[in-house]
């Protein structure tokens, strides 16, 4: 996670952080305090300082604000399930920290962002690739093909409801392929209402 604070002078917690460390032939195991989502922490002025952050710091150098530390060494061990247990989160080998976004270490994580990111291929088996995948404004992907399936599915019903003739609808798949139907024609009304009360009298 995010600092919320950077923290200051971190060569002054440099003795207090050697004496919680084991080292192994792997990852440096924090022995001391524990948060509530598995992180080591040490104490500073009242405020929590998380180990792995403290040892990014004092080894690599400062975090450049608003990025992550990852623990590559979870991300590399295909046993373990992630999660407030994960043992990897006590790890402040610095060979095992890199400072990331929050994307990327989402990303590369055991979350279930991160397995809907490295699929492939949608439910229904259509390939995630350029032409046929939508992008939404909250970055998940959505199938074309799909979409455009369950469209042409509720347009015929559309058309039914809204005595909607087949060319119209013909024109919103072909130039709103990725739109709902009652939405183009609900905003095609509403500008034809407006275009005709802003009109001057004849």
């Known amino acids: 996670m995010a600092n919320d604070h950077p923290i200051a002078d971190p060569q002054q917690y440099a003795a207090r952080f050697e004496a919680k460390v084991r080292r192994t032939d792997t990852c440096w195991i924090w022995t001391g305090a524990i948060d509530g989502y598995g992180y080591g922490k040490l104490k500073s002025n009242g405020r929590g ?23 590559l060494c979870h991300n590399s061990d295909e046993d373990c399930a992630g999660g407030d247990s994960c043992q990897h989160r006590r790890c402040v080998n610095p060979a095992h920290l890199e400072a990331v976004t929050h994307r990327a270490n989402l990303l590369r994580g055991k979350t279930i962002v991160a397995a809907a990111a ?37 347009g015929k019903r559309d058309r039914n409801r809204h005595d909607v003739p087949a060319s119209v609808m013909r024109l919103i798949q072909e130039h709103f392929p990725d739109q709902d139907v009652a939405s ?17 009298a004849a």
């Open 49 to 71: 300082i998380r180990a792995h952050r403290l040892a990014h710091e004092l080894f690599i150098g400062v975090i450049p604000e608003g990025l992550h530390v990852d623990h």
């Open 118 to 154: 490295r699929k492939t291929h949608c439910p229904k088996g259509h390939p995630y690739d350029e032409a046929n995948t939508v992008v939404q404004g909250d970055g998940a992907r959505r199938c074309r093909t799909c979409r455009l399936t369950a469209e042409r599915g509720r």
């Open 184 to 200: 183009v024609l609900d905003r095609a009304v509403r500008s034809l209402a407006h275009e005709c009360a802003n009109r001057p």
